[in-house]
């Protein structure tokens, strides 16, 4: 019986090891590449900031330093609509990007200082560079839909 029992340890044990190195890794999702809720919050506060900072985006947020009011809700929304876009398990429940961006009048030049100020947002967070062109691939498929509205 005794070695019955071990018999049987010692082959779970093998079976174990010979799996774990058989079976394929499933990507990470551009949510966990970007450290999920903790790493996107991050990272949206560091863009908000330098959008505020940034000479060629601080007259469109500067409204949001006078209403501090307002940027909670507009904060959350970015949160949800990165989180959700990157494969992370939140639920957007915002307006669409052309919507949002009505009426803004956001100019290419304006649009690509945006882009600049999010990737070296990206670079201070240490993101790597396949994430970097994942998120690259993102913010070039809104461009329509954000800018001349």
Known sequence: MKKSLTSIVL?????????????????KTLFERLGGTSGITAIVDDVFEAHMINPARSAR???????????????????????????????YKGRDMSDTHQGMNISAADYMHAVDDIMEVLEKHSIDDASKKDVLAILWSLKEAIMSK
Request: charged share 15%; no cysteine.
């Open 11 to 27: 082959l779970l044990i093998i079976t174990h090891i010979i799996g774990a190195q058989t079976l394929p890794s499933v990507p």
């Open 61 to 91: 947020f500067k409204p949001y330093r006078d209403q501090p009011e307002r940027l909670p809700k507009i904060r959350q929304h970015t949160i949800d609509f990165f989180s959700a876009g990157s494969g992370g398990p939140a639920n």
